[in-house]
Each structure stands twice: as C-alpha cells, then as structure tokens.
C-alpha cells in the first residue's frame, strides 16, 4: 500500500472556475498559459519549480533562521548539510538555479566554447548561449523515442560525447554537464553506469565534469529501484556515489531541494570557486547567503534531508507513475515509462493531425485548461523550435506537453480528477486546432510569447 507519506496541517482552498470563464481567461492570456493569473487555475500542473509544500519543520526553520549578513548559522548548517551530501568543497548558495548557471558561464563560457549535456534545460541552454557559448543535447537514442519503454532514457550519448570532444577539441570543451533526472528528455533517470562511463571519458580528455542536480533524489531512487547493485543502498548512499563522479554541480533547490526558492553552485576547484564567489558578490550577494534570506538557506538544508526519505520518494515516483498508467489504460499516448517528477503527454501522438508548426502541445494545454483548469505546459515547438536560414520551422526532436507535479501539495483524488479530464480531451482530440505564434522574445520566447488559434 502508498500512500500521502503526510498529512496536512494548513489549506488552501482551490478557485472553481466555469467552461466559459476559462474561454474568457485564456484568451486575454493570447493563449499562453504563462501569462494566466495562478488564482484562475485549479490545478496547477505549470511546473514542480518551487511549488512544494514546505514542512512544518521547514516552517520551523524559517522562523529559526539567522539573518546575519555575514557567517550567518543558517550558512553553515545549509553548507554542511551539502558538503556531507555531495563531497564537494564549495558550496556557493544562489537564488535559483539559474544564478548557479549564469555564475559558471561567466567563468567557462563565451564564443568557440561547447558545452555538452544529456538534455540542456532551457535556462541551462539560454546561459550558455548568452555567453557566447554553443549548448549541444547528447542524449542516447532510446530517450528519443517517447513509445519505447527503457530504464535510463536519460542517458549520455558516450559515443556522441566522445565525437564531439575531438571534433571540437578538448580545449574547446570546458566542461561536460550530465543533467539528473533529465528534465527537457522527460523526467528520465540517468544510470550510475552512464555517469561513471561519462567520467572516464572526461578523464581521457582531461575534462571536468558537472551535474546539474536539480532532481537528484529523484533519479538515486530510480536508480536503487532499476540498477543492478543498488537495492540494498540508501538513497543518500546512492547520491553520494553519483556526486562523487563529478568536479561540480549546480542545482536548482526549488526541485529536490524542497523549497520555495533557492539553489546552489559546487565544485571542487578552488581558484574557479573564488572566482565564482566574485561574480556572487557582484550580482548576487555574500556568499554566506547568495541573494537569498538566510531563513531560505535553513528551509534548504531541512528539505534536501527531508527528500531523502526514501517513503517520500516512494510515493512520489508512484504518483507520477500512477498518473501515467490512468491515461495509458485509457489509450492517452504518454512518454513512457513515466519519469520522476511530470507525466508527458506524447502531443505529436496526441494531435497527430496537427503539424509541428501548427504547436500540438500549446492546442492540448489550451484545451486542458478550458476542459478543466488544469494548467500544463507544452515542451516542444512552442519552447524549442527554432528556424533555418530560409524561415523554414525547425522542429525539436518531440512534442510533449508536461504536466508536473509539485512536490506534497496533491492527492490521489487529484490526480483522479486530472486524469478524467485529459481522457475527455483526448476523446475529442480531433476538434484541436493548431496555434500561431503573434509576438515572441528573442529567447526562452515561451514564457511570454503571445498566440492564437488558427481558424
Ligand atoms: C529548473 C531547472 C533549472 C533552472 O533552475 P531555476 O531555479 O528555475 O532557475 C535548471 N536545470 C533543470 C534541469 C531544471 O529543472
């Protein structure tokens, strides 16, 4: 039996909202889910970034926190906390993910640079082009594929990594990030095995390598469910061991960290770590908080403990797995096997009758919030398609729409709830229409890109 590994202490109610008033509030979002108000959303499956349920020891902690600027104790227990964790010799708090990636391509990045990893995330890939930097996806062929069943979709290319390290020159190269779970790739865990093979071709090459661990524990459990050797481990110990293979990591803490904002750089080089910390200072804050209130960096060192209970971990991958195997049996193509933290809806599947261009899985996140104010969000030519040198739309590898699920804050009767919709919507799937895109930005153009119907 799984159950909620909690019960709940403090609510929020949900805004119901009608048919015709969703039709009203999309619209004056031109179809963007980013731009709906969140009170007119029921429920919110936008992201699992920051939208945890903190617990009560978390809220503890807050009121605990020490807001020193400097040497503040907070500091210490959150850098501890993580030192043990993941054996790296500096921890530099940011005040998001993000931050940590912006810091390290200022230090590592710029033109004639590559930087490869399993999948970018999107604000991973936006820092590294910033900077002048060129992002390459090396994922392995079975992640590419949403209806083939496999346990680390995830996965580095190893062949690929190695093609481009001496295509490009190892100088050229100056780091190799492996990101866990691989969000953009669906949530797909990453294998001990694949991450010790990506280290001995780093170490061939003389290359550091860095996670981005945003979902770490996510992945160690799948890791100790699926990987031969590993059942008997605890989670932590499995953690520890995929920390151990790399030089450095950066992570967004509003994932496996459990909190509402926060994150973190690490690493172990210590002339790069002083540099980072100067950047920091510049941008961010002291290092001893990093742009966040002290209280945050006490809520993080509770919640990265907290998400190693392996009861938590348990029904959180049941969840999503659970929430997958509704909509599978209902004939919903999803990207299979579900991953750690969304369910994929499979769009080009889905909207088959819909091409790329005409956006399948922003219509599908449209209707599934005029069906039932469920709020997901499309991960394919609306967030990564891009546009050769004649205009021609360039389609990204798979269009799926993600529904996250943030982390203690639904039940099962939920998800039941988001289930019965989807099915409905796939039921009627041929009414979909396509979408244009009116105005966009000239990166990460999702989040506030306007759009509308085609007739
Ligand atoms: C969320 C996320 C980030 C960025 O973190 P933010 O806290 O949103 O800035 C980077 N990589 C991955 C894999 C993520 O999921």
New binding site residues.
């Given amino acids: 039996m799984i159950i909620e590994p909690f019960k709940i202490k403090s609510v929020e109610p949900l805004n119901f909202t009608t048919r015709e008033q969703r039709q009203q509030l999309l619209k004056e979002a031109h179809y963007n889910a980013f731009l709906l108000h969140a009170d007119d959303v029921m429920i919110d499956l936008l992201t699992d970034?920051g939208t945890t349920a903190m617990s009560a020891k978390q809220w503890a902690g807050i009121m605990d926190g020490d807001e020193a600027y400097a040497g503040s104790r907070s500091y210490y227990k959150f850098e501890s906390v993580l030192k043990d964790l993941t054996g790296f010799k500096h921890v530099i708090p940011t005040h998001?993910?993000?931050a940590a990636?912006r810091i390290l391509c200022n230090l590592i990045g710029g033109s004639g640079k590559v930087i490869p990893n399993n999948s970018h995330?999107d604000?991973?890939r936006a820092n590294i082009e910033f900077s002048g930097a060129v992002a390459v996806d090396l994922l392995n062929e079975v992640g590419k594929h949403p209806e083939i069943t496999a346990d680390f979709k995830g996965n580095m290319d190893v062949e690929a990594l190695e093609q481009l390290i001496v295509k490009h020159g190892p100088e050229n190269i100056p780091i190799v990030m492996i990101?866990v779970t691989n969000?953009s790739g669906g949530g797909q865990p990453v294998s001990m095995a694949n991450i010790k093979d990506v280290r001995k071709v780093c170490d061939k090459y003389g290359l550091p390598l860095f996670l981005?661990a945003?979902r770490f524990a996510e992945n160690a459990m799948f890791i100790k469910m699926r990987e031969p050797g590993y059942a008997e481990k605890s989670v932590k110990e499995i953690a520890q061991e995929m920390f151990s293979y790399a030089d450095g990591a950066t992570m967004?803490a509003?994932?496996d960290g459990m909190v509402n904002t926060g994150?973190f750089l690490a690493m172990n080089n210590d002339a790069m770590a002083e540099q980072a910390r100067n950047v920091l200072i510049v941008t961010e804050g002291f290092p001893t908080y990093g742009g966040l209130a002290r209280r945050d960096l006490e809520a993080m060192a509770q919640g990265l403990t907290e998400v190693l209970d392996e009861n938590y971990l348990t029904y959180r991958l049941r969840t999503i797995e659970y929430f997958g195997e509704k909509l599978r049996e209902a004939g919903v193509p999803i990207l299979e096997p579900t991953g750690g933290h969304a369910v994929y809806l499979d769009a080009a599947r889905f909207a088959s009758h819909l091409t790329p261009e005409q956006l399948p899985g922003q219509s599908i996140v449209c209707a599934l919030y005029t069906e039932a104010g469920i709020r997901g969000v499309e991960i394919g030519s609306f967030m990564f398609g891009t546009y050769d040198e004649h205009g021609a739309h360039v389609a990204p590898p798979m269009e799926l729409v993600r529904l996250a699920m943030p982390r203690r804050v639904y039940t099962q009767s939920h998800v039941d709830y988001c289930v019965e919709a989807i099915i409905n919507v796939y039921n009627n799937r041929l009414s979909l229409p396509g979408y244009r895109i009116l105005t966009q930005a000239p990166l990460l153009r999702h989040f506030t890109a306007t759009l509308e119907p085609i007739a």
Avoid: L, W
């Fill in positions: 970034s998001q993910g993000r990636e995330f604000t991973t990101t969000n981005d945003c967004s509003k994932k994150g």
